[in-house]
Every structure is written in structure tokens, then in C-alpha cells.
């Protein structure tokens, strides 16, 4: 099933980027700053993304950036799994031409796989995708914006983006709407090129960023942060991956909730 979202960028606007009216384009204000940042970061993915939808798979980058970092992915499904057939809800955010998704699926986890992305043409690719590889039962394909998932609270169990996270304009607010969608116990793994060592910052912070330009890929400190204010726990942090180092962030929901005040009983 696919639902195309015929604006996913007319959600509501954040806090900190006030609605349209003469007084939102006040002349060097704060506010159009980061108005014209997060219109200029989302206008650049859908460009970029909407004409090499169709090459993508072909693309060199899924040897030495994409492939990795799905197999990241896996294993930290299975490790989630614990060797148990556990069944379970995965969202897979920025999913691009679906190829995440399509290894779950192809893989013998009787997961139901929810795909998500801004792209129209990419969600079409995944659905396609989809339907060949698990006819019976293919992912959910949803075009939508990362910073507002269109999922009730606690809906997945795992939460999974690779190679999306810099291109998105609030990534404090999609890592809050990540934790939002996750069940107690669910678990968020976040990778992204990893910037903090020569290699990586030539690759992500000269060349990516002269290229794609209107992106950002965060510091792991960064990273931590986003992950530790959104209340996950149990967090991990590693690199992978050496010419095209990935960063790779796992944190898992608090199985309960926290206490509002006071010494727990
Ligand atoms: C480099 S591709 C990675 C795709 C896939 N995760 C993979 O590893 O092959 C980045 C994807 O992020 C998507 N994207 C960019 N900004 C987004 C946003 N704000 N919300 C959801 N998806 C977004 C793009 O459309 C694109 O498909």
C-alpha cells in the first residue's frame, strides 16, 4: 500500500519557525533564518532525490555508503530479536528506494514493515519494491516528512534511518518524533556518515556538503545529545565503514515511563 501525501511539507510549522505574515519576514530576524534554512534543506533533498530516484540502485555509493549501513541495520535487529522468532513493527525513516525495507522483508522476521519518505518518486520505487519482493504483505510505503510521522504514539517497535538524518532541518525535533512513535522497549538506530575523523570529515563535510549542499551531518556528540534529551537509554555508539566512515547511534525507549517528580515508592 502506498499513501502519498500530496504536501509533506505542510505540516505544522515548529516553535521556533513562525507562520507566514509580513512579520515572519522581518528583515534579518531569527525566525526567517531558520525558515529559509529548513525551505532550503527540504527544497534541496526533494530536488536531488526526485531525479536520481530512478538510478539510484545503480548507483557506486550503494557498494560503499548504502550496503554497510543496511547491514548495521540488520544486525542490530537481530540483536534486538535476542535469536528469537519475535515478530515486530519496523518504521523506516528517509527509506529512499526501499532497499531496507526489502531485505527485512526478504529475511525470515515476521516483521510488518512501515517505509517513509519526502520523496514521491523514491515512494514509488519502494513500493515497487515492495510489492516484488513480499507480494502477500508489503511494506506500508508513506511519503511524509520525517519531523512530523503521521503514526499514533507507540507504534513501532523498531525504528530504523540510515544515510538520511543530515539532510533534515530540525534533527532535534525528528529525533523526539522518532522516541514519540517507538513502544516502551523499542529501539532507535540512527546512522549517518560519521564527520569526527579526517577521513570523515573530507567525505561528509567538503566534498557531500559541496555537493548536496543544504545538509548537515551532526558531530556523535551531537548526536548523543539528541538521543539522551529525546530520554532514550541504554545508548551505544560505534563507527563502521572505513573510506565512507558511518556513524551508527542506538538508544532504546525506557520500558516505563519516567516518574513526574518525586522519589519513586
Ligand atoms: C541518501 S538517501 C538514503 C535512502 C535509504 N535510507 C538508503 O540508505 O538507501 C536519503 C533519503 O532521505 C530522504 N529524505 C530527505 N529529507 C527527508 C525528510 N525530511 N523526511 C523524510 N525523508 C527525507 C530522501 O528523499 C532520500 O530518499
Not at 527544497?43 to 560503499?64: C, I, P, V
Not at 520525517?146 to 525535533?173: G, I, K, M, R, W
Not at 541504554?234 to 572505513?242: C, S, T, Y
Request: glycine content about 6%; aromatic content about 10%; hydrophobic content about 40%.
Amino acid at each position: 500500500m502506498i499513501v502519498v501525501n500530496p504536501n509533506p511539507t505542510s505540516s505544522p510549522p515548529r516553535e521556533d519557525v513562525p507562520p507566514a505574515g509580513p512579520s515572519a519576514f522581518a528583515a534579518g530576524s531569527e525566525h526567517d533564518d531558520a525558515r529559509r534554512r529548513a525551505h532550503a534543506f527540504r527544497s534541496g533533498a526533494d530536488r536531488q532525490f526526485h531525479g536520481w530516484a530512478e538510478t539510484y540502485d545503480r548507483s557506486l555509493l550503494n557498494t560503499f555508503l548504502f550496503r554497510p549501513a543496511y547491514l548495521a541495520l540488520l544486525e542490530e535487529i537481530a540483536d534486538w530479536c535476542g535469536g528469537e522468532a519475535r515478530s515486530f513493527r519496523l518504521l523506516d525513516i528517509g527509506c529512499g528506494t526501499g532497499s531496507f525495507a526489502a531485505l527485512v522483508a526478504s529475511a525470515d522476521w515476521p516483521a510488518r514493515i512501515t517505509a517513509l519518505d519526502f520523496v514521491t518518486s523514491m515512494c514509488r520505487k519502494a513500493r515497487d519494491k515492495a510489492e516484488r519482493v513480499r507480494p502477500e504483505r508489503p511494506a506500508d510505503v508513506v511519503n511524509a516528512d520525517s519531523e512530523h510521522l503521521p503514526f499514533a504514539d507507540a507504534s513501532f517497535d523498531l525504528v530504523t534511518c540510515s544515510n538520511s538524518f543530515h539532510h533534515y532541518p530540525h534533527q532535534d525535533a525528528v529525533v523526539a518524533e522518532m522516541r514519540r512513535v517507538l513502544a516502551p522497549g523499542g529501539r532507535l538506530v540512527l546512522i549517518d556518515g560519521f564527520r569526527d575523523n579526517a577521513v570523515g570529515w573530507f567525505v561528509f563535510d567538503v566534498i557531500i556538503q559541496r555537493i548536496e549542499k543544504n545538509v548537515h551531518h551532526a558531530p556523535w556528540s551531537l548526536v548523543r545529545r539528541l538521543f539522551e534529551q529525546a530520554g532514550f537509554v541504554n545508548l551505544r555508539q560505534r563507527k563502521i565503514n572505513l573510506l565512507m566512515p558511518l556513524l551508527v547511534t542506538v538508544g532504546e525507549a525506557p520500558t516505563e515511563a519516567p516518574h513526574a517528580g518525586g522519589t519513586p515508592a
